[in-house]
């Protein structure tokens, strides 16, 4: 009987050294993916950046443009911190607004097949960095559920695991747009 209780006993210490340690493990893992979500999204805005690039030297071609656009997109480049992303991402769209507008005023540059191709991969880039927030955002609500629920809680405390930022909406697009 004495055996059987020291062997109880020695599963249970195990059990309480162990269970710290797989979750440790486990917050590790998680955090190690949601860095490999956050590098997608850097790809993808590198991505992003290239065809960009090639949209503008094709209106480049057309007319003559304002040097301070390509200035603008060299700066948004990779690299960057979660919030110099979200800021990257914000130039982004307004060079984008720009191009798609100087598409606009020039017609005959808009038909061209490299235009419309161009359009075509930069739709395609612009779905799959929406798809690489939304698995980041996935990625990170399971690293924060698990640094924030007990008795995780404890170990990432214990071993410096932190919460996350999410990926946001820009405050502009949360609006409705009024232009009606």
Do not use: W
């Not at 020291?6 to 797989?22: E, F, K, W």
């Not at 993916?33 to 590098?39: D, I, P, S, T």
């Amino acid at each position: 009987m004495k055996d059987y209780f020291t062997l109880l006993i020695v599963i249970a210490v195990l059990g309480i050294v162990i269970q710290p340690i797989l979750i440790a493990n486990r917050l590790t893992r998680l955090r190690n993916k949601v860095r490999e979500l956050e590098a997608d999204i850097d790809v993808a805005l590198e991505k992003r950046y290239d065809l960009l690039k090639k949209q503008y030297s094709i209106v480049k071609m057309y007319m003559s443009h304002e040097s301070q656009t390509l200035i603008e997109m060299i700066k948004l480049r990779r690299g960057m911190s979660h919030e110099e992303q979200e800021n990257a991402m914000k130039g982004m769209n307004d060079i984008a607004s720009r191009i798609n507008a100087s598409f606009e005023a020039y017609p005959n540059l808009r038909s061209t097949e490299n235009v419309l191709a161009l359009q075509r991969s930069c739709d395609d880039v612009e779905e799959h960095l929406q798809a690489a927030r939304r698995l980041y955002n996935a990625g990170a609500t399971d690293y924060n559920n698990l640094c924030t629920t007990f008795p995780a809680c404890l170990v990432a405390t214990v071993t410096g695991h932190k919460q996350v930022e999410y990926f946001k909406a820009d405050e502009s697009k949360r609006k409705d747009f009024d232009a009606f």
